[in-house]
């Protein structure tokens, strides 16, 4: 009794400055520690691997695939009655491994020591493993590591209440999402990095790995997540760090306008309290990040009305003057976007989004944003020419979380004053209609891009469509399905070998002269000369609008 005494003490309480390091740390008791008790004589077996690992609970078990009663972190002990084979130890590592426990304690009863093969599975996976003693029970063990555990999460709930004191302190003061972060940071020895969704930093330049941390946000099934990304090339720390994804905002409807932690190491190793403290942050940054949106809200009242004003057509001059000069683009360029959800129309959603696409390239100023029925809304100063490839570059980075549907940009030419605001909206809207056309989850498509005869007929109605191809087509269509010819296959390849005779000819396999024949035929059924360039083209757009 007075060993274990003194084991304790030694571990948790005689050494102050070990102490604080332990909570500071958040590491509390490691597999050194047990280790370290002379009472318990637990030989290591595989050296100086995961000795420093953190434990958090002990769990007992004799079962091949205890796999579903683990949550990270224990010291499993087991007295190997799974074992029948060699074989057995690297089945039985794997499932452990899997659930990332902190050690392995292999009791001695069964086989008078430690299997070779469950040694060599253990240093395969990383694993620690000691050897227990037929003389010291695993109750005794259970004992000593749930007493030390209690003993640590003691001290370390009076200096988490006290963080919580002052984190709560500044969230109600509005202190701001940077204060909010250096007041935790100064507790914890874990650097966590707050992103959005396109990876940026809503509280300073974009640190390394951001982009890549984002997509791996984007695309997970299930939060926290764990990820591993390749790190800065300058760091000669690691090639590769880990980083453990946790929300920020567990009610944002979808995942591209949510905001995550991105927090080195694997969360499923932590000390409990790490954990708690992790998810306790992130729940005081969506209360940051709500009372942040609640303030914009005003301006999104005033875009509104502005862009209803002028889509309406009733706006004067002096408002619309007015109205820009609110947000500081009375006499600077700009451009106007417009976007929005495909096939589900969501106009609030589609703002929120484009809000964070914007947020890049606008990292200064007020930004003209609202949602307008069921499409969203922008005006942004134009401080560069590449102001579409930026916004493309960085709604692209959305793909991931658009797998439900579509997100459709278009942006207008640059303009300024309050003259030039209703061809602005008109030319995003327009170009907005025209990206759908175009492949992929996110479709950007900007009016100088408008160039195409595919996009031309596109803003063309699907009744003026049809009524010209009948005009122009109609009798030779009729005339392939009455006689089983292919006259239209015919018309497509001459025009395709842009009227070359020779080319076209050796294209379809047919001699010269039947050529001459079938677009002889067609010239009669259709009225128009496949001789004249204004024909050629009438033939050209019919058969592209089919």
């Not at 609970?57 to 796999?67: E, S």
């Not at 990876?199 to 941390?213: C, D, F, I, Q, T």
């Not at 059924?525 to 009438?538: I, Q």
């Amino acid at each position: 009794m007075k060993d274990r005494a003194y084991d304790v003490l030694r571990v948790v309480g005689s050494s102050k400055k070990r102490l604080l390091w332990a909570r500071k740390g958040g590491y509390g008791m490691r597999v050194r520690d047990l280790v370290e008790m002379s009472d318990l004589h637990l030989v290591p077996l595989t050296g100086e691997v995961g000795m420093d690992r953190p434990i958090r609970w002990v769990y007992t078990t004799d079962l091949m695939d205890p796999g579903r009663y683990l949550n990270g972190g224990e010291l499993v002990l087991t007295g190997m009655m799974w074992r029948r084979s060699p074989a057995d130890s690297a089945e039985f590592m794997s499932v452990t491994a899997a659930r990332h426990v902190a050690c392995i304690a292999a009791g001695d009863a069964a086989y008078g020591t430690v299997p070779p093969d469950l040694v060599a599975a253990c240093v395969a996976r990383g694993i620690p493993l000691l050897e227990v003693p037929v003389d010291v029970s695993f109750a005794t063990i259970t004992d000593r590591v749930i007493h030390l555990l209690t003993i640590e999460r003691q001290g370390d709930l009076a200096e988490q209440l006290d963080r919580r004191r002052k984190l709560l302190a500044a969230v109600a003061e509005g202190a701001g999402l940077d204060t909010v972060l250096r007041l935790w940071s100064e507790g914890s020895d874990v650097r966590c990095m707050l992103r959005t969704a396109t990876g940026r930093s809503p509280v300073s330049s974009a640190e390394s790995a951001g982009a890549a941390l984002a997509e791996r946000f984007l695309a997970a099934g299930s939060l926290p997540d764990v990820v591993t990304v390749d790190g800065p090339p300058s760091d000669v720390r690691s090639a590769r760090e880990t980083y453990s994804l946790f929300p920020v905002d567990v009610r944002s409807e979808h995942r591209a306008t949510a905001w995550f932690l991105a927090c080195e190491g694997d969360f499923r190793e932590w000390p409990r309290v790490r954990h708690e403290s992790v998810t306790e942050l992130a729940s005081l940054l969506a209360l940051e990040r709500e009372r942040i949106e609640e303030s914009r809200r005003a301006d999104r009242v005033v875009a509104e009305q502005l862009f209803r004003l002028v889509l309406s057509g009733r706006s004067t001059r002096e408002e619309i003057a007015g109205r820009l000069a609110e947000f500081g683009l009375a006499d600077h360029p700009y451009v106007a976007v417009s976007a929005s959800l495909h096939p589900v129309a969501d106009g609030q959603l589609a703002c929120r989004i484009l809000d964070e696409v914007l947020a890049t390239v606008v990292q200064d100023g007020r930004t003209l944003v609202s949602a307008v029925d069921d499409e969203a809304v922008a005006l942004l100063p134009l401080r560069s020419e590449d102001v579409p490839d930026v916004l493309r570059a960085q709604a692209i980075a959305l793909a991931p979380a658009m797998s439900d549907g579509r997100l459709l940009l278009g942006v207008s030419l640059p303009t300024s004053g309050p003259g030039g605001l209703s061809a602005a909206l008109s030319e995003a809207r327009q170009a907005r209609t025209l990206a759908e056309l175009r492949g992929g989850t996110v479709a950007v498509l900007a009016t100088d891009e408008i160039d195409s005869h595919a996009l031309l007929l596109a803003t063309v109605p699907d009744d003026v469509r049809r009524t010209f191809l009948t005009r122009v087509l109609g009798p030779v269509l009729a005339y392939d399905e009455r006689h089983g010819s292919d006259l239209i296959a015919t018309l497509e390849a001459f025009l395709a070998a842009s009227g070359s005779w020779t080319a076209c000819a050796e294209r379809l396999h047919v001699h010269v002269n039947t050529l001459r024949y079938r677009i002889k035929r067609i010239e009669e059924l259709t009225g128009r000369s496949l001789a004249t360039l204004e024909h050629r083209v009438d033939f050209f757009l019919a058969l592209r609008a089919r």
